[in-house]
């Protein structure tokens, strides 16, 4: 991404960027970030979780 400065951290430490989808317009979730009407679908999160803990598992052997 063109204001995206994550790459600069990626220089200094092993690391890795991900996009969790959040939206969800049955519930009327629909607003993009940075909207000052955003919200998150927050049925999402275990997930996000999830995949962080099993990529920090995958690491660490």
Known sequence: MGGEDFAFYTREVPSFFFRLGVRN????????FHHPLFDLDEEALPYGGALLAQYALNYLK
Do not use: S
């Open 25 to 32: 317009e049955n519930k009327g979730i629909v607003y993009p």
